[in-house]
T-cell receptor
Framework: EAGVAQSPRYKIIEKRQSVAFWCNPISGHATLYWYQQILGQGPKLLIQFQNNGVVDDSQLPKDRFSAERLKGVDSTLKIQPAKLEDSAVYLC????????????FGNGTRLTVT | AQSVTQLDSQVPVFEEAPVELRCNYSSSVSVYLFWYVQYPNQGLQLLLKYLSGSTLVKGINGFEAEFNKSQTSFHLRKPSVHISDTAEYFCAVTKSGGSNYKLTFGKGTLLTVNP
């Protein structure tokens, strides 16, 4: 099966600019996650979708971050305006609704904010 | 809420030596536990998981881990490592039950295998 697709792989922007990341999960996977991985740290969950509804966005900085998953398939994560501390790898993951289904991760988007 | 502590940020070993990467967790409820591996510039790949049953879990690439409830640990082991095992390893936890996981990750352990 095709894996989780993310684009772009790399992005460099200046602070206060906006940026968007795209994710296409594995076909049939109802649950989609966005994680932020800052250098030297483990991934931190930003938002979790079940189909096109939000399950958990408690750690999403909503003043600058937004995410949507239209039609319950692919998803976009946006940052506007970006800050220096947003420099990180943004990982998308998906899982099916079958019991004990693990998360499958994409290769991530590395964001550098200068 | 759950939390994970990976006790070593870096572990250097020689090729063909055994290795143990340590992970302790904290939770007031029952948990599921996972180990993921991340190669440079790639996403995370599942190595193994503990959901229930036998406390010794075998995963891919010859890795295994043992769930110890009394010590709240889930250490990862491999009897003989290869150069290709050089990567970052993450331990993760989520509360048990349900099918959608909200994983909490540790900070990772960088395993470096030297010739």
């Amino acid at each position: 099966e095709a894996g989780v697709a993310q684009s772009p792989r790399y992005k460099i922007i200046e602070k206060r600019q906006s940026v968007a990341f795209w994710c296409n999960p594995i076909s049939g996977h109802a649950t989609l996650y966005w994680y932020q991985q800052i250098l030297g740290q483990g991934p931190k969950l930003l938002i979790q979708f079940q189909n096109n509804g939000v399950v958990d966005d408690s750690q999403l900085p909503k003043d600058r971050f937004s995410a949507e998953r239209l039609k319950g398939v692919d998803s976009t994560l946006k940052i506007q305006p970006a800050k220096l501390e947003d420099s990180a790898v943004y990982l998308c993951a998906s899982s099916s609704d079958r019991g004990s289904s693990p998360l499958h991760f994409g290769n991530g988007t590395r964001l550098t904010v200068t | 809420a759950q939390s994970v502590t990976q006790l070593d940020s870096q572990v250097p070993v020689f090729e063909e030596a055994p290795v143990e990467l340590r992970c302790n967790y904290s939770s007031s409820v029952s948990v599921y536990l996972f180990w993921y591996v991340q190669y440079p510039n790639q996403g995370l790949q599942l190595l193994l998981k503990y959901l229930s049953g036998s406390t010794l879990v075998k995963g891919i690439n010859g890795f295994e881990a043992e769930f110890n409830k009394s010590q709240t640990s889930f250490h990862l082991r491999k009897p003989s490592v290869h150069i290709s095992d050089t990567a970052e390893y993450f331990c993760a936890v989520t509360k048990s039950g349900g099918s959608n996981y909200k994983l909490t990750f540790g900070k990772g352990t960088l395993l470096t295998v030297n010739p």
